[in-house]
C-alpha cells in the first residue's frame, strides 16, 4: 500500500491521488465557525508520534497549506501538490473558543474485493501565528464484512503562518 502523508495532507491525498477533483466532506468541530485565525498560507510540519504499522507511513512531512473558507466550510489547498478540499463541519455551539479546529473525516471504498474505511481526527490548536496538535488516522479493511486490518498512525503537526491575517476574533 501506498505511504500515506501525516496531517491533513492524508485527507488530500486519498481524495486525489485517482483524479485531482474537489469532494465536500461533513464533519462535527467545536466551534459555530471556522476561527479566523487559521485563514492564511501555512508552512506545516507533521512528525509521526506513534503507529502499529510505521511502514505503511510517512515519518516526517513538510508541506505548503493555503487555508481559507466562510461559515462552516473550510477550504483546504495544498501549493505543493495542486490539490483542494472543501471540508463542511458541524457546529456544536457553547463550545466555540475562537482558537481550536477540530473535526472528523470518514471515508469508504472499494478496492477489489476489499472495503477500505479510512478515519482521520485532527485537533490543532491556534496560538497568534503558530498552531500545534495532532491528527490520528486509521485505515481499516475489511473482506466480507470482516475485519482484517487495522493501521493507526498519529502525528504531532506544527503550522507556521507564512502570510494572511492571524486575528482570531474578526
Request: net charge positive; hydrophobic share 40%.
Amino acid at each position: 500500500m501506498k505511504k500515506i502523508c501525516s496531517g491533513l495532507i492524508i485527507l488530500i491525498i486519498f481524495l486525489f491521488a485517482p483524479v485531482c477533483r474537489a469532494e465536500t466532506l461533513k464533519g462535527g468541530t467545536t466551534f459555530d465557525v471556522i476561527p479566523k485565525g487559521f485563514f492564511g498560507i501555512w508552512h506545516v510540519t507533521s512528525k509521526m508520534e506513534s503507529s502499529n504499522n510505521p511502514k505503511m507511513f510517512n515519518k516526517l512531512s513538510v508541506d505548503i497549506w493555503n487555508l481559507s473558507g466562510a461559515g462552516n466550510v473550510l477550504i483546504l489547498e495544498n501549493a505543493m501538490t495542486g490539490a483542494k478540499s472543501w471540508i463542511e463541519v458541524e457546529s456544536n455551539k457553547g463550545s466555540f473558543d475562537g482558537k481550536t479546529l477540530k473535526f472528523n473525516r470518514r471515508k469508504e471504498k472499494k478496492e477489489g474485493k476489499y472495503t477500505v474505511v479510512e478515519k482521520e481526527s485532527p485537533e490543532f490548536v491556534l496560538d497568534g501565528n503558530i498552531f500545534k496538535g495532532f491528527d490520528t488516522f486509521i485505515v481499516e479493511k475489511y473482506e466480507n464484512n470482516k475485519l482484517i486490518s487495522k493501521d493507526i498512525v498519529k502525528y504531532i503537526v506544527i503550522g507556521q503562518k507564512i502570510s494572511g491575517e492571524s486575528r482570531i476574533n474578526e
